[in-house]
């Protein structure tokens, strides 16, 4: 069995199929593009239980990423995260088999050091030597850390208002910083002027290189992996660009195409907040793709997209696994953030106190059973929002 089964990328709106080791942006159409494996070559030559032997980090489920060489693997060990259980809060939103994914124990403290040590590696893979990016922060920093690893520049833009932390992380590696007073999509226009100008720069936005969700849907393989190769009944993620959701949803399917698991996969909840909801707006009217979210403003930095690219696909995974999307208030989930480390010790990130919250809500309105087994993704460290915990005056 090679190291990885990558087969080519395909394309979920028009199903136009294109070459792997090109490097390659968004298809013709504009929709991402998502990677495809040889699923068969897998099953025949690996199995569940070669998996269980490997190192624990991400790199253990290497046929099903996309890095073909194993020499151009760009790590820090990533991946693996507990599986937590939450019983004291469980107990008290009424869900006893509450699980929390922890990402705060990676690399760059959230997870998005899955979608760059895999987006990392495999640009590095097809010769790219810099990489440039808007974000709302941690992205950012993950990208610009596993960059600097990888012996590559980084052009880095976000928002004044993305934490602090981020843009110490980015200088820190020697990336190129710029700070744009407005949302993520000035920084992606900031981005795209700059490129127009610069040469061999590869355009690394959230969903317009591929590989970004294959690193983030570890996750999904990990959680199934850590259950006994089985899933639970619904997994709630915060959602901004929907990446993780997305992924998740890919990687339960493959492991169902796999043998590795059996369906149904678990009902998939994408998280907003209140003040940036364009998924919530959609799922509530039953359509497919979202409406620009205006003035969008939360705590949970994170989560402020107001036009998701992959929008659609997000949808899908919620309509199709039977789930839901909701939002909550900033009072709400600060409150949750402050209860979850009163009750559990866990300090989570306000993006992953939302999705807490949620599950209150989704108990509350019994969209959630009482018997039901629930993980929740905490996608980052609260220590990377320290302001959010007011000091006493
Ligand atoms: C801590 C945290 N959680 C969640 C998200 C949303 O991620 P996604 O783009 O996968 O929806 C982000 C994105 O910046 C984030 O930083
Ligand atoms: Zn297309």
């Known amino acids: 069995m090679r190291f990885s089964a990558l087969s080519h990328l395909s394309c979920p709106?028009?199903?136009?199929?294109?070459?792997?080791?090109?490097?390659?942006?968004?298809?013709?159409?504009?929709?991402?593009?998502?990677?495809?494996?040889?699923?068969?070559?897998?099953?025949?030559?690996?199995?569940?239980?070669?998996?269980?032997?490997?190192a624990p980090s991400l790199w253990r489920y290497h046929e099903l990423l996309p890095v073909r060489s194993p020499e151009q693997v760009v790590s820090f060990g990533e991946g693996m995260t507990p599986l937590v259980p939450m019983p004291a809060f469980g107990r008290e939103v009424g869900v006893p088999r509450l699980l929390m994914k922890d990402e705060g124990l990676i690399p760059t403290g959230t997870f998005k050091a899955r979608g760059a040590a895999v987006g990392v590696s495999r640009a590095r893979e097809l010769g790219v030597k810099k990489i440039a990016m808007p974000?709302?922060?941690?992205?950012?920093?993950?990208?610009?850390?596993?960059?600097?690893?990888?012996?590559?520049?980084?052009?880095?833009?976000?928002?004044?208002?993305?934490?602090?932390?981020?843009?110490?992380?980015c200088l820190v590696?020697?990336?190129?910083?710029?700070?744009?007073?407005?949302?993520?999509?000035?920084?992606?226009?900031?981005?795209?002027?700059?490129?127009a100008e610069r040469e061999g720069y590869l355009d690394v936005s959230t969903l317009r290189e591929p590989y970004r969700i294959e690193g983030k849907k570890t996750m999904g393989l990990e959680i199934a992996e850590q259950l006994g190769w089985r899933t639970p009944d619904v997994i709630l993620y915060p959602t901004g660009g929907g990446v993780g959701l997305i992924g998740i949803w890919k990687a339960l399917r493959e492991l169902v195409e796999l043998g590795w698991i059996e369906g149904p996969l678990p009902r998939l909840v994408a998280v907003q907040a209140q003040g940036c909801a364009p998924i919530v707006a959609a799922y509530e009217s039953g359509a497919t793709e979202s409406e620009p979210w205006p003035d969008a403003h939360t705590v949970a930095f994170g989560i402020t997209v107001p036009k998701a690219l992959g929008d659609f696909l997000i949808l899908q995974a919620v309509y199709d696994t039977g789930g839901c999307s909701v939002a909550v208030s900033d009072a709400d989930l600060l409150a949750e953030q402050r209860r979850v480390a009163e009750l559990e010790g866990a300090f989570v990130c306000p993006e992953g106190a939302a999705a807490f919250a949620a599950v209150r809500q989704l108990r509350g309105s019994g969209w959630i059973g009482a018997d039901e087994e629930v993980v929740v993704l905490n996608t980052g460290t609260g220590l990377k929002y320290p302001s959010t915990v007011p000091l006493p005056t």
């Not at 199929?17 to 030559?45: F, H, K, M």
């Not at 590696?173 to 000035?186: H, R, T």
Request: net charge negative.
């Open 13 to 54: 709106r028009c199903q136009r199929q294109l070459d792997a080791d090109q490097v390659t942006n968004v298809c013709d159409c504009g929709s991402p593009l998502l990677v495809e494996y040889d699923l068969p070559a897998i099953r025949a030559g690996a199995d569940r239980d070669d998996v269980g032997r490997r």
């Open 135 to 169: 974000t709302n922060g941690n992205a950012g920093s993950a990208w610009a850390t596993y960059a600097a690893r990888a012996g590559m520049r980084s052009f880095i833009a976000m928002p004044l208002s993305a934490p602090e932390i981020c843009r110490r992380e």
């Open 173 to 195: 590696v020697g990336a190129e910083l710029a700070l744009v007073d407005g949302l993520i999509g000035d920084a992606g226009a900031l981005v795209r002027a700059t490129l």
